[in-house]
């Protein structure tokens, strides 16, 4: 029996992505492991959404030799598809693995292929591989990969190539089996969700999709980052009247300065973003509505950095997850004149984080003497031993209260903060 330990970089389709990757692989004869000296393959699910992250993944692997000079260390995820012919050639990793043949890694591994990289764009079909448990409260399902935007900054599409869907009939089969396997809550991921159904041969919309699912057993439902651009008024008022759509939305801004926008080939305006959080605030009773900010664009001085700064601020947002821009080889932006400095970048998203942090106490703020739904998790919060859990409005809560509640809803009032401010305390509606 060969041992494998798996680490995932990046965002939450990778996490599913490692899930399955480690599920396959134990099916297959492999024995997971939680510590390096003790794995035969040391596998990496990388990101490479910044230089930061391609940083990180070089570390990790280096990391594992120190560990283990025996252990095989195996790069898969988005690094692996973005520079496999320089991986190879550096002998950065004993295996490097595409993102189109995470599926196969079983296969590859016995076989010893130390080089499994197709050409991402040749490639239509969306793969399906259902999984049976994961170690999360809320079950992932993965329902499309790829995007077929070209935004100026992102090598996402040379990653992930373009939009693929999966079928109606295999996230419904999936999410049948979480709710067999006991969850309550699923969320719906992918590279770009809001593209799902537009590659079938008669073209369907996520609406179309969510339909679906409102018929099966699941109790409550998420939604992965959407663009501006998909969230129509149509689209609004199909969650606002569900009853098992959670609300909680994550935009994909980038920026809230027109000029900004443009350069960064968003097809939107500020006054869309505008009228877009406006109306979501109105059909949503305290709805957590998280963004993502580019700050130190090329080409954003001051003045449009002040633009995002002070739209930011009038927005009723719950928080602001801030990246400093960087550069990407192969992309428009990295292309374009007046780059601006890492320390004026870090300044900026400084400022965003701050305006952030004071937008998500309000937001808690304004939940306190609320009652909420509260799915709590099988583990107890290990600083404090409470049972904790997250709202439909995606709130971390901790509750004093016996075993017997842990993996189950519950209504809960809440109460209080916790000590440390990051969430709140709360107590079981009987």
Known sequence: MKNFIIKTLGCKTNQLESATISELLSLSGFKEVQSICDADFYILNSCSVTHIADSKNLSYLRHAKRENPNVKTVLTGCMAQLQKEKLLNDNIADFIIGNYEKNDIAKILNNNNNFCVSDIFSHDEFRYQKINQTDKTRAFVKIQDGCNNR???????????????????????????????????????????????????????????????????????????????????KFINFLSESKKFCPHFHLSLQSVCDKTLKNMNRFYTSDKIKELVCKINKKFDKAFIGCDIIAGFPDENNEDFEITLNNLKSLNLSRIHVFPYSRRKGTKADLMDNQVNDSEKKRRSALIQQLSDEKYIQFLKNNIDCVNEVIFEKRRDKKTNMLKGVTKNYINILCSASDNYKDTIQKVLITDFSKDKTKLIAKIVT
């Open 151 to 233: 935004c100026s900054y992102c090598t996402i599409p040379f990653a992930r190539g373009k939009n693929r869907s999966n079928s109606v009939e295999n996230i419904l089969e999936q999410i049948n089996l979480f709710v067999e396997h006991g969850y309550y809550e699923t969320v719906l991921t992918g590279i770009h969700i809001g593209q799902w159904g537009m590659d079938f041969n008669e073209k369907k919309s996520l609406i179309n999709l969510l339909e679906e699912i409102e018929k099966t057993p699941i109790k409550r439902y998420r939604l992965g980052s959407l663009n501006p651009q998909e969230l129509d008024d």
